[in-house]
């Protein structure tokens, strides 16, 4: 088995690190640092056809995103990284769901410049929290789309003008399919390529 399949096989399951154990986290921690070693994207900001795309969370150390699915009568849904390397934007949109007629979304977006061959540096400027029946949500490039054409969102959307909402990701492993994100708060994130991904 090769390492990709390792980390994919370790992860499966664990319903993006909600369901995974202490042990299980030492091992799929390791499962990534081998994939690591084996990255054939050394320098991926420089590969804006591979890092460009609708990115949907596999696996993830974060505190913050799993504690979304704490929240009472919710779970958590689909949450996707897109990144559009045409204008160094990203938006990172997480799905709630629960309760029907009650399925919310929390949507930021942000800007990234690029510090060295694989770090982008990402400052938060936008976000957005509704029903999603309300905010008419129908898919990621539907809700950017919508962001691009400066169309306003309520009950809540507002700017983010604090400069500590500033923060950096490396790219640890990217390919085809595949992207390992390490974040400045220590987090890990796996995430696919979804197909509806547009092309550059």
């Not at 204008?87 to 007629?101: K, R, T």
């Not at 309520?154 to 390919?175: A, H």
Request: glycine share 8%.
């Amino acid at each position: 088995m090769d390492q990709k399949a390792k980390l994919l096989g370790a992860i499966a399951g664990k319903n993006r690190g909600l369901l995974a154990q202490e042990l299980d986290r030492v091992m799929i921690l390791e499962a990534i640092t081998q994939l690591e070693d084996q990255n054939p994207t050394p320098r991926p900001t420089e590969a804006p056809h591979l890092l460009a795309g609708n990115w949907r969370l596999l696996y993830t150390t974060s505190r913050e995103l799993l504690g979304i699915d704490r929240i009472p009568l919710f779970q958590l849904g689909e949450i996707y990284q897109c990144i559009r390397t045409e204008n160094q934007a990203v938006y990172n949109i997480a799905e709630i769901v629960g309760l029907p007629w009650l399925e919310g979304l929390v949507c930021v977006m942000a800007e990234f410049d690029v510090a060295s061959e694989r770090r982008l540096t990402v400052k938060f400027q936008r976000s957005i929290i509704g029903l999603q029946r309300l905010l008419g949500y129908q898919s990621p490039n539907q809700m950017i789309e919508k962001l691009a054409e400066g169309q306003k969102f309520l009950p809540i959307d507002f700017k983010i003008e604090n400069r500590e909402q500033e923060g950096w990701i490396d790219l640890t492993y990217l390919d085809e399919t595949l992207r390992i994100n390490r974040g400045n708060e220590g987090s890990v994130f796996v995430l696919t390529k979804s197909p509806d991904s547009p092309r550059i």
